[in-house]
């Protein structure tokens, strides 16, 4: 029955597929291996620093807005433009910045091992322009989410929005698992990402280009103790 018979029209928009898209890059269930890294979460709880639900939002969230938001957002807009426009010499301009600016070799690996994991991922799904990336060890996650952006028409601002959501919800997965906490102190960080993103956003897509960069050095010594950490459920 159509609109014009009374019923509500609920047929999927134009931007169903791109939505679709979306939801499905920032999936846990994407094969990449996200799962098996905690972003230094681990070694956070390890030592104290981080141990209920308070303590948890403040690392999460404050990554979120002092780090992603600061640095990798603005640099995969950057990414998705470069990658809109052929612009191979910013995209390797923009992937070196940031794999410079990681400050631990646990921090570079997971980067450089989801980057290479999502271009095998595009390489299957019919992006030839992936097949360039897959058998480098110096690719970012973000440089590919950008390509898988483009490829799939999302919007700037939807594929900044996804991509600081698949980061801060891997996160609170890590956080239930380590604290532990339970599934409703979960959803409660989560409802704490989801009033705090939408500005996360914003302000990366403000910052001039001699403003990115992030200075967090409690993530970068947490990175740097877990890779010696004697115990660990996480390889970063």
């Known amino acids: 029955m159509s609109a014009g018979d009374g019923e509500t029209d609920v047929r999927p928009g134009q931007d169903a597929g791109a939505l679709l898209s979306l939801l499905r890059f920032v999936s846990p269930s994407l094969p990449i291996g996200a799962y098996a890294y905690s972003r230094a979460l681990e070694y956070a709880v390890h030592c104290g620093a981080v141990h209920d639900e308070p303590s948890a939002a403040d690392w999460i969230v404050g990554l979120a807005v002092h780090t992603t938001a600061r640095l990798d957002a603005p640099v995969l807009l950057r ?3 470069a990658f809109s426009t052929a612009d191979d010499d910013a995209v390797a301009h923009w992937n070196g910045f940031l794999l410079a600016s990681r400050e631990s070799s646990e921090l570079r690996l997971e980067d450089t091992q989801l980057g290479a ?3 095998r991922l595009l390489v299957s799904q019919g992006v030839a322009r992936a097949e360039g990336f897959c058998k480098r060890n110096d690719v970012c996650y973000a440089t590919m989410f950008a390509l898988a952006a483009v490829s ?8 900044l929005l996804g991509f600081m959501w698949a980061q801060a919800e891997g996160q609170v997965s890590a956080a239930v698992r380590l604290i532990p906490l339970g599934q409703t102190a979960g ?6 990402l989801i009033a705090a993103l939408p500005a996360c956003v914003a302000k990366a897509a403000a910052l001039p280009d ?3 960069g992030a200075f967090t050095p409690g993530l970068a010594l947490a990175s740097a103790l877990h890779e010696t950490q004697y115990t660990r459920l996480f390889r970063s």
């Open 152 to 159: 799939s028409q999302l919007s700037e601002a939807n594929a």
């Open 187 to 192: 959803q409660n960080l989560l409802s704490q």
């Open 210 to 212: 001699e403003d990115i």
């Open 117 to 119: 994991a999502l271009a």
């Open 79 to 81: 990414l998705q433009r």
